[in-house]
């Protein structure tokens, strides 16, 4: 019995020629949200869709500064990071209705980084059952709806948080 699953979205990462310096730092200076797949900017921190995620809706909040940890960042920096977690607690649970969430920061490799010197708070939705035994027994992961599918879904959501965040006219 062949028990072979192809994940084809992989094959530009698997083939394609390795990007150069950090790819944080490179998604946030380019400009191009959508090919990119950046859901958020703030002042601060910007919010990505995790290109190969541990499940559908995998986010992370990213310093646009490269800082390597936590304690690197400013206060004003981190609180930013805190409030933009919570928000998109609001809005991931509002719009992909998982139930539950991890959220966690990855340091060294060690501690699992697969990006080490830019931090970043990784945000994942969680299903009764998604963990099966595909990622235990194959070291594969199944994600029900694709990376563009759900950036359609979850930017809806982030939308209504860059109208929130605006200045009110007349306010000082």
């Known amino acids: 019995m062949d028990r072979t699953i192809y994940a084809p979205w992989r094959t530009k990462f698997v083939l ?16 191009t949200d959508r090919e990119d797949y950046i859901l958020y900017r703030g002042k601060k921190n910007y919010i990505i869709l995790n290109l190969y995620p541990y499940n559908s809706g995998h986010i992370m909040i990213v310093s646009n500064r490269h800082i390597e940890n936590l304690a690197g960042l400013t206060p004003s920096e981190r609180a930013e990071m805190m409030e ?14 998982p139930q539950g969430l991890n959220m966690g920061f990855n340091f060294g490799s060690a501690g699992g980084a697969g990006i080490r010197d830019h931090i970043h708070l990784h945000i994942v939705p969680r299903w009764v059952g998604d963990t099966n035994f595909m990622p235990a027994l194959f070291d594969t992961r ?17 939308a209504k948080l860059k109208k929130k965040s605006k200045p009110r006219a007349g306010k000082k």
């Open 142 to 158: 199944i994600n029900s709806v694709d990376l563009l599918s759900t950036y359609e879904n979850l930017l809806v959501g982030f």
């Open 84 to 97: 933009l977690a919570a928000q998109s607690e609001v809005i991931l649970t509002e719009r992909l209705k």
């Open 16 to 31: 394609g020629k390795r990007e150069r310096g950090c790819v944080f730092c490179t998604r946030y200076r380019r400009k």
